[in-house]
């Protein structure tokens, strides 16, 4: 009769250790569908995000390019037309007029290059990123006081333009958050090549912030970089704290020849 009594305590606890058993694995199981629906949620939200942050970047540089060309070429050609007139209704050609008209159309001649650099630069094409690059920080070297330490090492790659223009945009992106907002003294530039990738680095050593603010973390600028970046596949690591400079790390899957 024990024996019997013994056997059937012994089934009833296996059983029960049995359902708790099943219990906990279908309660894990519900959790893990669970958190990879969260997770699969994130990563939508994410994606819309950045397809959101792009729109608005494309938005903004074409309604930055319509100011340029209103704003500048729009009054300088007003201007030409006004002495062009004023030439027609004249009995003779007053060589002054010609002048000022000559310096109107040269300065709207500048202005369309200038437009024109800002959009696709011609040394990007022409000579390639390093080229492109090493031109555009001495040029604002020249027209700021910013110390500039620079190294670029591409070991005679060629750059494959959905590699380069995107870099060249992160940079331009990442130099004028700098001049606008960081009040810096000095940026640290590298990229070099290496194995199977590439690796950027961007730093400077102006006031930071603090990229726990989503304001900071979400802004477009940052949204366009980290856009970029998933397009060519790169890993992205920002690094900045209020006082302590800002820096933008950058590893791309070598895609060069």
Same mark, same amino acid.
């Given at each position: 009769m024990d024996t019997y009594v013994a056997i059937i305590a012994g089934m009833a606890i296996f059983g029960i250790l049995a359902a708790g058993f099943i219990l906990f694995i279908v309660h894990y199981q519900r959790r893990v569908i669970w958190q990879e629906k969260e997770l699969h949620k994130k990563e939508l939200k994410y994606q819309e995000d950045l397809i959101v942050s792009n729109m608005r970047s494309v938005e903004n540089e074409r309604r930055r390019i319509a100011r340029d060309i209103h704003d500048e070429l729009g009054n300088?050609?007003?201007?030409?037309? #006004?002495? /062009?007139?004023? +030439?027609?209704? @004249?009995? $003779?050609?007053?060589?002054?007029? *010609?002048?000022?008209?000559?310096?109107?159309?040269?300065?709207?001649?500048?202005?369309?290059?200038?437009?024109?650099?800002?959009?696709?630069?011609?040394? #990007?094409? /022409?000579?390639? +990123?390093?080229? @492109?690059? $090493?031109?555009?920080?001495?040029? *604002?070297?020249?027209?700021?006081d910013l110390a500039l330490q620079m190294d670029i090492f591409l070991d005679d790659h060629v750059i494959p333009e959905d590699i380069a223009l995107p870099l060249y945009r992160i940079t331009l992106e990442l130099v004028t958050n700098t001049l606008k907002y960081a009040h810096a003294k000095q940026i640290t530039f590298q990229l070099n090549s290496g194995g199977d990738r590439l690796e950027y680095y961007y730093k400077d050593d102006g006031v930071g912030a603090d990229l726990n603010n989503n304001t900071v973390s979400g802004g477009i600028g940052l949204q366009n970089i980290r856009y970029r970046c998933i397009a060519m596949y790169a890993t992205l690591a920002f690094s900045s704290a209020p006082g302590k400079g800002f820096s933008c790390s950058i590893t791309i899957p070598n895609k060069i020849t």
């Open positions: 300088i050609f007003a201007t030409l037309h #006004l002495h /062009l007139d004023s +030439l027609s209704r @004249a009995s $003779e050609t007053p060589s002054e007029v *010609i002048q000022q008209s000559k310096n109107l159309v040269g300065s709207g001649i500048e202005n369309v290059r200038r437009i024109a650099h800002s959009i696709l630069p011609n040394e #990007l094409e /022409l000579f390639g +990123l390093q080229h @492109a690059l $090493e031109d555009y920080f001495h040029s *604002i070297a020249d027209k700021t």
